[in-house]
């Protein structure tokens, strides 16, 4: 069974940093993408970055400019470093991995909480 882990959440003041990582139990060679997502209270689950197995990115447009998915196969971790936060980047951020094996198998981790505050 696939386990995703976070870390790297935590309190900080608007315009500050965090660095989210998430490691797998697995080589992350063997997932076609994966990303991060995030949910805020009263929101639905939205998605904030993903990265493919071949390296392309994709951002959501509110966060373009001041996060960056990367990846590190040799630590089987991907991270979200996030820059310039903003009090409406407050959610609890979760990763995910895709795989394809016929079908389409989506994997989650617990979840990290990241809180925007003075």
């Known amino acids: 069974q696939v386990q995703l882990v976070e870390s790297g959440g935590g309190l900080v003041q608007p315009g500050g940093s965090l660095r989210l990582s998430c490691a797998a139990s697995e080589s992350i060679s063997s997932f076609n993408a994966m990303g991060w997502y995030r949910q805020a209270p009263g929101k639905q689950r939205e998605l904030v970055a993903h990265i493919t197995n071949s390296g392309n990115r994709n951002y959501a447009d509110s966060v373009k400019g001041r996060f960056t998915i990367s990846r590190d196969n040799a630590k089987n971790t991907v991270y979200l470093q996030m820059n310039s936060l903003k009090p409406e980047d407050t959610a609890v951020y979760y990763c995910?991995?895709?795989?394809?094996?016929?079908?389409?198998?989506?994997?989650w981790g617990q979840g990290t909480q990241v809180s925007v505050s003075s």
């Open positions: 995910t991995a895709v795989k394809y094996t016929g079908t389409r198998n989506n994997y």
